[in-house]
């Protein structure tokens, strides 16, 4: 039977989660992260993907980008689904995604990040990098509804659509991160 909750056992690995994200939010903190934007104010969202309150509120662009992190995750895991229920696997995404949020926010990232067009980049708050979770955890059920093939759909939609609004996508993201190609930057710089 394929439903979110498939044993008793299960609450365990929702605990777990909740524990991972907590662990998180901690370890962000002593890494020097912020909790909220230092402008003082709490946004569930904010559009300006060059302002200074992008990746400092809950929810901006590139949570899209957190969202399909889920969607890969999902196909990555989905190996385990005869041996581990729907909530084991959404702890282990989340575990990887929360590994990466710590990453993200690390020097050497940060550092490599800024020698793309994000130059002026300090990091995430500590708040975004929960909306960066949560929104992991929502691409991870939609796709765990959707399944492979809608599942591939709608993580190329999503790219394209990020491409057109924000001249960046999760594709783009690794590409830069791994060898940044000038004519990538300049072309994403145009948008200031």
């Excluded at 962000?28 to 060059?50: F, H, M, P, Y």
């Excluded at 992190?69 to 702890?91: D, E, I, N, Q």
């Excluded at 990466?100 to 020097?107: A, M």
Aim: net charge negative.
């Amino acid at each position: 039977m394929n439903t979110l909750a498939t044993n008793k056992k299960d609450w365990l690995a929702w605990l777990l989660t909740g524990l991972i994200v907590i662990g998180m939010m901690f370890m962000l903190e002593s890494q020097g992260r912020i909790w909220i934007c230092a402008c003082g104010t709490v946004k569930l969202w904010v559009n300006d993907v060059w302002g200074a309150e992008n990746s400092q509120q809950l929810f901006d662009a590139y949570s899209f980008s957190h969202l399909l992190h889920g969607v890969l995750f999902m196909g990555l895991l989905y190996g385990l689904s005869s041996r581990l229920s729907f909530s084991w696997r959404l702890a282990l995404a989340t575990l990887i995604e929360a590994g990466w949020e710590l990453l993200e926010n690390s020097e050497i990232i940060l550092s490599r990040y800024r020698e793309t067009a994000a130059q002026g980049y300090n990091g995430d708050s500590i708040i975004n990098s929960f909306g960066d979770l949560v929104s992991c955890g929502i691409g991870f059920a939609i796709a765990y509804y959707l399944g492979l093939k809608r599942s591939i759909i709608l993580f190329l939609l999503v790219e394209v659509v990020m491409i057109w609004w924000i001249k960046d996508s999760l594709l783009l993201n690794v590409i830069m991160l791994i060898y940044p190609l000038e004519f990538i930057k300049e072309w994403q710089m145009s948008l200031l």
